[in-house]
Nanobody, 114 residues
């Protein structure tokens, strides 16, 4: 059974930085694409970063240049470095992968507020 556990969320002021972690178990992420999504209150869940098994990355315009996804296969962990955070980045952030079925973590709250 694949499990994804996010950590690193918190409350911070606009312009701040935060790094989220997603630790995987039950599978080896080396061969998988890994994603970060977020969901703000009253809004649909949206994709914010993708990293392929070969290390290629993709971001929507809303976070491009501010967010960086990375992976450390030896740790079976994916990271999301977030810089220049804005109040509109406030959301629950979820780690996701597809290994046959879709797997989601429980989410970690990020709140950006002055």
């Amino acid at each position: 059974q694949v499990q994804l556990v996010e950590s690193g969320g918190g409350l911070l002021q606009p312009g701040g930085s935060l790094t989220l972690s997603c630790a995987a178990s039950g599978t080896i992420i080396r061969y998988l694409a890994m994603d970060w999504y977020r969901q703000a209150p009253g809004k649909q869940r949206e994709l914010v970063a993708v990293i392929t098994s070969s290390g290629g990355t993709n971001y929507p315009d809303s976070v491009k240049g501010r967010f960086t996804i990375s992976r450390v296969n030896a740790e079976n962990t994916v990271y999301l470095q977030m810089n220049g955070l804005k109040p509109e980045d406030t959301a629950v952030y979820y780690c996701h992968t597809k290994a046959g079925s879709h797997y989601w973590g429980q989410g970690t709250q990020v709140t950006v507020s002055s």
